[in-house]
């Protein structure tokens, strides 16, 4: 297809090329994907009621998990209706600066993510570490400032990448080899030279979401080391339910872009489609499953629910 010239900058959109060598997924995906997405907007909403409206749900905890169930939102509105779009309406075109704006908030939204989960260790570090002075440290203040830090962080240390793609001269093809604007399929359509590009994605990524998951590993493993010196009858199985919950999701959250990762790595072994579908899973499975997690593992979460569907009731 001839590219839509946009005066110096090349191309004026793209067109979305999902699975170049496996047509066929699109069909058997498009329902469970549906599904997943609605699941997603549905679970992240039941779960945002109750702590909006129950007052016993104003803790820091539930302040910061309603925090990631809105950023899940957000991410999951940012990609899956388009991909739907082009599963059923086969709709691949998308506009020059939209595919930059997803871009951006692709990559700003999933590093708040990775930060609130950050965070959120912090909390439960401080927990069960110094239970004492958690209400003291642990405030309704300490959770601004955390979101504070989470939005400044991410949103100005993810905008380089989308800027500098967008700068680049796109003269020749404008078929992107995937269901989203990733950075890393985006930038090889360009005629510039994009190393600087690719260093730029690549130290950003693992200077923002590596730092954050080596902080998560060393507050759980402050975590496990003061969980094992409970001597008390019980203590160990009721210290480790309170952030049980919270290691479930960060591995749901990780092991998928592990195995991204993995499969760009060795992608001489695998299918190409396989990282793209990868990709489009990542925003929306953790999404997804978030808030049941917390929602069948939190007490409180449960009863919150309970009593507001009881009020409807009456």
Same mark, same amino acid.
Do not use: W
């Given at each position: 297809m001839t590219p839509h010239r946009n005066g110096s900058n090349g191309v004026s959109e793209f067109l979305l090329n999902c699975f170049v060598r496996s047509p066929s997924w699109q069909h058997w995906l498009s329902l469970p994907l549906s599904l997943l997405f609605l699941l997603a907007m549905g679970a992240n909403t039941?779960?945002?009621?109750p702590i909006r409206l129950e007052v016993s749900l104003h803790q820091p905890m539930y302040y910061l998990l309603s925090l990631l169930s809105l950023l899940d939102i957000v991410l999951c509105l940012t990609v899956i209706p388009k991909v739907l779009a082009i599963f059923w309406f086969d709709f691949r075109s998308i506009s020059f600066y939209a595919c930059f704006l997803q871009m951006y908030i692709m990559n700003c939204f999933l590093a708040m993510e990775s930060c609130t989960f950050m965070v959120m260790a912090y909390d439960r570090y401080v927990a069960i570490c110094h239970?004492?002075?958690?209400? $003291?440290?642990?405030?309704?203040?300490?959770? %601004?400032?955390?979101?504070?830090?989470?939005?400044?962080?991410?949103?100005?240390?993810? %905008? /380089?990448?989308?800027?500098?793609?967008?700068?680049?001269?796109?003269?020749?093809?404008?078929?992107?080899?995937? &269901?989203? &604007?990733?950075?890393? /399929?985006? /930038?090889?359509l360009s005629c510039d030279d994009v190393t600087i590009n690719r260093l730029l994605q690549f130290a950003g990524g693992w200077t923002l979401l590596g730092s954050d998951l080596i902080l998560i590993f060393l507050s759980y493993s402050l975590i496990l080391r003061a969980v094992l010196r409970l001597k008390a009858e019980g203590a160990v199985a009721k210290a480790l339910s309170t952030c049980g919950s919270h290691f479930?999701?960060?591995?749901?959250? /990780?092991?998928?872009?592990? %195995?991204?990762?993995?499969?760009? %790595?060795?992608?001489?072994?695998? $299918?190409?489609?396989?990282?793209?579908?990868?990709?489009?899973?990542h925003h929306v499975i953790p999404a997804a499953l978030n808030p049941i997690v917390y929602g069948v593992r939190t007490q409180e979460i449960k009863q919150g629910i309970q009593r507001i569907l009881n009020k409807g009731w009456q």
């Open positions: 039941i779960l945002l009621i239970p004492l002075r958690y209400p $003291s440290i642990i405030t309704d203040q300490f959770v %601004v400032k955390a979101a504070i830090f989470i939005l400044a962080r991410n949103a100005l240390l993810t %905008v /380089s990448i989308p800027i500098l793609s967008a700068r680049l001269k796109y003269c020749g093809s404008n078929i992107i080899e995937n &269901c989203i &604007c990733a950075n890393m /399929s985006v /930038s090889p479930i999701l960060i591995l749901f959250f /990780s092991t998928i872009l592990l %195995v991204f990762v993995l499969t760009h %790595v060795a992608k001489k072994k695998v $299918s190409p489609d396989v990282p793209v579908l990868l990709n489009v899973l």
